[in-house]
T-cell receptor
Framework: GDSVTQMEGPVTLSEEAFLTINCTYT??????LFWYVQYPGEGLQLLLK?????DKGSNKGFEATYRKETTSFHLEKGSVQVSDSAVYFC????????????FGTGTRLQVTL | KAGVTQTPRYLIKTRGQQVTLSCSPI?????VSWYQQTPGQGLQFLFE???????NKGNFPGRFSGRQFSNSRSEMNVSTLELGDSALYLC?????????????FGPGTRLTVT
């Protein structure tokens, strides 16, 4: 079956540091890949997505590239801010069952001044 | 535009009881999905409803059930509660089932079973 593996957290960075959160997946088909973010006390918000191999999703300074050869979708940001502190989830899904997302376990990011 | 709302936000129940959680999707959204979030298992898909029909189901026992009304509002029910059912239950809505449609999540209902 499908699965998503994320790096263990928490990840603690100083403001303006470079961020990488690793995500790899195992899929039975050709999924779309997503990054969601969850701020304290809130639901998940879609951060970015990529629907096919070599696509790059980007939003709010975050980027991730769909790498089929390495089955990866690593999240990166060049300069993090304190406001980026949250839990980040990598996920995959398929058209037709798009609501049935398979999530990773989440990576908590804490950014300090 | 109002977001996805879930009621109640917090709930404490006793083992063996049953519980009903409610989700109101964004206006115009016909697909509603439910997820269970726990520290040990992470986010797991429960089921999805589209136009009042269950379209997809996750690997949960029959104690977990749901339904969707004609106005797209959805409820999920858990009968004979167990301690392991303590979790954050998230509801998400979208326009449809195509991957291009974004899912919008509600803040969740935190259920504690004692």
């Amino acid at each position: 079956g499908d699965s998503v593996t994320q790096m263990e957290g928490p990840v603690t960075l100083s403001e303006e540091a470079f961020l990488t959160i690793n995500c790899t997946y195992t899929a039975t088909g050709y999924p779309s890949l997503f990054w969601y973010v969850q701020y304290p006390g809130e639901g998940l918000q879609l951060l970015l997505k990529a629907t096919k191999a070599d696509d790059k999703g980007s939003n709010k300074g975050f980027e991730a590239t769909y790498r089929k050869e390495t089955t990866s979708f690593h999240l990166e940001k060049g300069s993090v801010q304190v406001s980026d502190s949250a839990v980040y989830f990598c996920a995959l899904g398929y058209t037709g069952t798009a609501s049935k997302l398979t999530f990773g376990t989440g990576t908590r990011l804490q950014v300090t001044l | 535009k109002a977001g996805v709302t879930q009621t109640p936000r917090y709930l404490i129940k006793t083992r063996g009881q049953q519980v009903t959680l409610s989700c109101s999707p964004i206006s115009g959204h016909r697909s509603v999905s439910w997820y269970q979030q726990t520290p040990g298992q992470g986010l797991q898909f429960l089921f999805e409803y589209f136009s009042e029909t269950q379209r997809n189901k996750g690997n949960f026992p029959g104690r977990f059930s749901g339904r969707q009304f004609s106005n797209s509002r959805s409820e999920m029910n858990v009968s004979t509660l167990e301690l392991g059912d303590s979790a954050l239950y998230l509801c998400a809505s979208s326009v449809g089932q195509e991957i291009s449609y974004e899912q919008y999540f509600g803040p969740g209902t935190r259920l504690t079973v004692t």
